[in-house]
T-cell receptor, first 111, second 112 residues
Framework: QKEVEQNSGPLSVPEGAIASLNCTYSDRGSQSFFWYRQYSGKSPELIMF????GDKEDGRFTAQLNKASQYVSLLIRDSQPSDSATYLCAVTKTAGNMLTFGGGTRLMVKP | SQTIHQWPATLVQPVGSPLSLECTVEGTSNPNLYWYRQAAGRGLQLLFYSVGIGQISSEVPQNLSASRPQDRQFILSSKKLLLSDSGFYLC???????????FGQGTRLTVV
């Protein structure tokens, strides 16, 4: 079992819709959870991080964490074509500071 | 401000040639530094991490090595490149506690 799993996609949504990206992790002791956006050929950029169970909102983005189910998600409201990218979920291990990444989900927002 | 520099941005190297990618960090001391590799259409694979000068941990045994000669410098090397070494290499600085990671611009390596 991979430590961090994501559906590779592509996930296709129409402009203005809500995009829902999901991530599961295997280490029950994981503490911090991150969502990165990566445009083709570019390095990842941080969108949000979440530490506590529940929802965290930042503009059009909402991260949701459920530690009991070992599940973290990212919702993008009012999706725009510029949101088309690969979204990477990352988790910190209990030991050290390493970020372990999932394989990423490619999102396509169609005008 | 804290910044991370990585170079070169692109590199085309023949099979069997050596490799040296450099990463430097500004605006912090004793950073935790990481090298990741990303194959086309895939996620980030952790290669090496370093918590201090001369301290290197390897996550994946392979044709690569890393060194930390100075506090804010992290180098990825290979003596002889393989075709399978092609990929997008990213240097990252992870804040203590794992609260955030900053990435360099990445190096697109093509081994031919």
């Amino acid at each position: 079992q991979k430590e961090v799993e994501q559906n590779s996609g592509p996930l296709s949504v129409p402009e203005g819709a809500i995009a829902s990206l999901n991530c599961t992790y295997s280490d029950r002791g994981s503490q911090s959870f991150f969502w990165y956006r990566q445009y083709s050929g570019k390095s990842p950029e941080l969108i949000m991080f979440i530490y506590s169970n529940g929802d965290k909102e930042d503009g059009r983005f909402t991260a949701q964490l459920n530690k009991a189910s070992q599940y973290v998600s990212l919702l993008i409201r009012d999706s725009q074509p510029s949101d088309s990218a690969t979204y990477l979920c990352a988790v910190t291990k209990t030991a050290g500071n390493m970020l372990t990444f999932g394989g990423g989900t490619r999102l396509m927002v169609k005008p | 401000s804290q910044t991370i520099h990585q170079w070169p941005a692109t590199l085309v190297q023949p099979v069997g040639s050596p490799l040296s990618l450099e990463c430097t960090v500004e605006g912090t001391s004793n950073p935790n530094l990481y090298w990741y590799r990303q194959a086309a259409g895939r996620g980030l694979q952790l290669l090496f991490y370093s918590v201090g000068i001369g301290q290197i941990s390897s996550e994946v045994p392979q044709n690569l090595s890393a060194s930390r000669p100075q506090d804010r410098q992290f180098i990825l090397s290979s003596k002889k490149l393989l075709l399978s070494d092609s990929g997008f290499y990213l240097c990252a600085w992870v804040i203590t506690g794992g609260t955030e990671a900053f990435f360099g611009q990445g190096t697109r390596l093509t081994v031919v």
